[in-house]
């Protein structure tokens, strides 16, 4: 048995504490080099937080009255003509226009929200409700930016859309203002509601642009930032694969509105890479790491924290790809630069993943060496001492000194014991690499029992839908490996549902679960159901893995050994005769697989044949006596099952 998929690394995270599009229409963002507070804030923030596009500001806020939103003329509150007639001489009616556009200067002149609301109030009395949807649109991006009351902003936001959308044609302001009920719905963790209300801005500013009733410099800032809360709602949502469609689009959108070398551009490829990486695929992951370093270096410099950040992503892929080497030397010169900006909490974790590359290179002695100088910086009950502690561990566990290990595991128990309410995620992330040392000692019940912790923490975080599947699939691999298969099966079921929905039908890991659950199948006597199993584990790793990966090939022998189970000869034979050509192409490094193929194929071809002979012998005995089936006539698939357990 293999394992069924591994917990997903912490680059995974796609966060926007306010919506972006009332930040990219207030903040400009400067275009010279940042500052090292602003350095600083970048390292420490979440890893894969966007950067604003500064080309969307003044599409509503603008203090020139030259700017124009095209939409209901009476909307537009800078086209006023101004007035110099003497007031004594003005007519009614052009009194009124003279006193809307008072109201309206100082609406436009307002700086903080009290100011607009104020301002909005005093233009209720005088303005019909459908000239008033621009002002509530305004109003609810300021609340967003100023990060008030949701409930307050939605309030606005939906009064603007109910104005604004009973206009004929779509617009963008119904778009933006979409947007914005979108973002505030993800921040209350309505995520249908947030999708539903983004989904359609998309298709509105599709059709915008398909028209080209709009400039598309107006219309892509906006369209990035739906696509990008689209990211974020499915990310929430365990839609992960989706998700990335939408960062791939963003990507799109940067490299059409900035220089391509540019550092925004730079930013969208490391959260792209980012992305990739918390499903797991580090091949994509790569490329775009790489050029967000390229850039990064190029705009800022060698020394600057961007690159330092990109070094430590691109140590976390090339670990990944199992290219250890390469992930050691980008982690010691992302420490270099971590150095001198003095950046000491960052290091700490830098050193502490640079011991577990170490780990993963077998030079233990120089892992615990490092972790002895890290732990004496730590605070005596702080997480990143747990995660040296653990660290730790797993170097004395692959020098099999078990019970310094256990020591070690039991420190950092005690620690993140007392932070589970605080910190739920990082805990249960812990609590998954406490539970690996234990299964690497054969502690398999105390392993599931923490693996279970991490489950019940994790059922409760949305957004860490993937992390659960994980768990689940691995507390379903542990108990079908210590013989307890019919509790394994519930575990394997849930973990498919959600990886499937988390990563796609055709992910890999997915493919691992599968098969498990063929293998459990089997050992209860269930080949049929087994047989399903196997099926689509054999399908899922062909298209992800490639027919000739070894895990693929052992699908394929696990399907036949399903249909040998069944008595269904001759499939059990074509399958068998499938993997035998696919260990072929391996050469000399799989002669011992293929050795035990065709062994396999020959007891097979020999059972088939002996159950011919049975059948035509059985043809020629008078029939029994018993109105029930003799046993020595059933096929025998025992043998198989019992084999199945060690898929």
Known sequence: MRRATSKALSFSKIRTSRTLLSRTLTTPISSSPISSDQQHQSITQSSTQFKSCHKTSGLLFSSSKARQVQTNPSQNFNTQVEISVPSNHLSSRQRKLKEKSALEEAFESANTPEEMIKAFEEMEARFDERELGLACLKIGLKLDQ???????????????????????????????????????????????????????????????????????????????????????????????????????????????????????????????????????????????????????????????????????????????????????????LSQKVLKNWGLSSDLLRAEIDAANMQISLGRYDAAITTLKGVVQQMEKDSENRALVFISMSKALVNQEKFGDAKRCLEIASGILDKKVTLKPLDIAEAYMEISMQYESMNEFETAISLLKRSLALLEKLPQEQHSEGSVSARIGWLLLLTGKVSQAIPYLESAAEILKESFGPKHFGVGYIYNNLGAAYLELERPQSAAQMFAVAKDIMDVALGPHHTDSIEACQNLSKAYGAMGSYALAIEFQQQAIDAWEGHGPSAEDELKEARQLLEQLKKKASDATLEKFSMKALPLPQSSGPSRSLQPNGLHLTKQSSAV
């Open 146 to 332: 100023e990060g008030q009351e949701p409930e307050k902003i939605l309030s606005f936001a939906n009064r603007a859309l109910n104005i604004l959308d009973g206009e004929s044609k779509v617009s963008l302001p119904v778009a933006m203002t979409l947007q914005l009920l979108g973002s505030v719905n993800y921040g209350l963790k309505r995520f249908n509601d947030s999708l539903g209300y983004l989904n359609r801005a998309n298709r509105i500013l599709g059709r915008l642009e398909e028209e080209g009733s709009c400039s598309v410099d107006d219309i892509r800032p906006v369209l990035h930032a739906v696509q990008l809360e689209l990211a974020n709602t499915k990310t929430a949502m365990g839609r992960r694969e989706e998700a990335l469609e939408n960062l791939r689009k963003c990507l799109g959108i940067k490299e059409l509105i900035f220089e391509k070398d540019s550092r925004e551009v730079g930013n969208a490829n490391r959260d792209l890479a980012e992305a990739y990486v918390a499903i797991l695929n580090f091949k994509e992951a790569l490329p775009c790491c790489l050029k967000a370093l390229e850039i990064h270096k190029m705009q800022l410099g060698m020394n600057s924290v961007e690159v330092a950040h990109d070094r430590r992503l691109l140590g976390v892929i090339y670990t990944g790809l199992e290219e250890h080497e390469k992930a050691l030397e980008q982690n010691q």
